[in-house]
């Protein structure tokens, strides 16, 4: 199965699908469901980045409006839903510079999405995102660089909803400029691919995975999150972007994917998984045999093969 399932609901909705390919023993593209499912709760992914001994913004979670502010934080500070993906519940009133403006953003996240608030300063700097591909020796693409700087009519300075939601809408002022590779000095560059690598590992990530970094004008390098099921659109989504730059075709990625998961499943015995019966009307339980070798991603693209 090529895995690009985000659930139909609860906390951990991205994990849905794959429990169910593992509970099934079938093959899957991507992570597995225990880091999809940490991967979408922030804090906890936080706190094991931190273990990790990966820079993240300073936080603390709200499970009420009135809980105490942690003093050691400093504003602005920006507020987030803490189970969420794609820039859910974070606009531009999400950052904010006082106590009043933060009890407002706290409220607003608990009563709409019936969750905890997700506090942490706001890094001012570079908006950064690295895709990974690989799993032995994963390998950081080249990085993109998303500049704001022409989306003042807007008044989004960052990756907000409607960023995300209109990205290229001219008339909004949603349009930022994308820059891959980043305009980075090499040893700078390095080191952010370096810490989206160690981020892949401490989360587990199978295949592929996108982190999303923020470069402070001090040079500080924060790790803001690690996304396991990163978008594929060919046209939208950041991580074509990044694999294109590297010199992959879009029918070359995708097989890609397919081969990274074919390895993995190889080097644990995929003759011995066993599709299990699916109903009286389903099809019979059979075994899942030993796939053929398959020629090189470029040779797939190179001859019209689909992806």
């Given at each position: ?139 950081a693409l080249p990085i993109l660089e998303i500049d704001f700087d022409g ?51 401490a989360l587990g990530c199978f295949d592929l995975s996108r982190t999303d ?95």
């Amino acid at each position: 199965m090529f895995n690009i399932a985000e659930g139909s609901c609860g906390a951990h909705r991205e994990s849905q699908v794959p429990a169910i390919l593992e509970s099934l023993q079938i093959p899957f593209t991507g992570s597995s469901s225990l880091t999809l499912a940490l991967a979408l709760e922030k804090a906890k992914t936080k706190q094991l980045l931190a273990y990790e001994g990966v820079h993240t913004p300073p936080w603390q979670l709200f499970a009420t409006p009135d809980d105490p502010l942690n003093p050691r934080l400093l504003f602005p500070l920006i507020v987030k839903p803490n189970r969420e993906g794609s820039a859910k519940g974070i606009s531009r009133e999400s950052v904010v510079s006082d106590e009043v403006g933060l009890r407002k953003q706290i409220r607003k996240v608990l009563a709409h999405y019936r969750q905890e608030a997700l506090v942490e300063e706001f890094i001012d700097g570079l908006e950064l995102t690295v895709g990974v591909l690989g799993n032995d020796e994963p390998q950081a693409l080249p990085i993109l660089e998303i500049d704001f700087d022409g989306c003042e009519q807007s008044g989004e300075f960052f990756y907000s909803w409607r960023m995300k939601e209109y990205q290229g809408n001219q008339s909004l002022g949603l349009a930022p400029r994308f820059y891959c590779p980043a305009r980075l000095d090499p040893q700078v560059a390095a080191r952010i691919g370096a810490m989206a690598v160690h981020a892949h590992r401490a989360l587990g990530c199978f295949d592929l995975s996108r982190t999303d970094i923020r470069l402070r004008r001090d040079g500080r390098v924060f790790v803001l999150e690690v996304n396991p099921l990163p978008g594929l659109d060919p046209l939208g989504s950041n991580f074509p972007l990044m694999t294109s730059a590297a010199g992959l075709s879009y029918p070359m990625l995708i097989n890609r994917l397919v081969d990274l998961a074919l390895a993995r499943y190889h080097q644990r015995g995929l003759s011995s998984l066993r599709a299990m019966h699916v109903g009286s009307a389903g099809w019979e339980g059979r075994h899942i045999t030993q796939p053929q070798e398959l020629p090189p991603a470029s040779q797939l693209a190179e001859s019209g093969a689909a992806p």
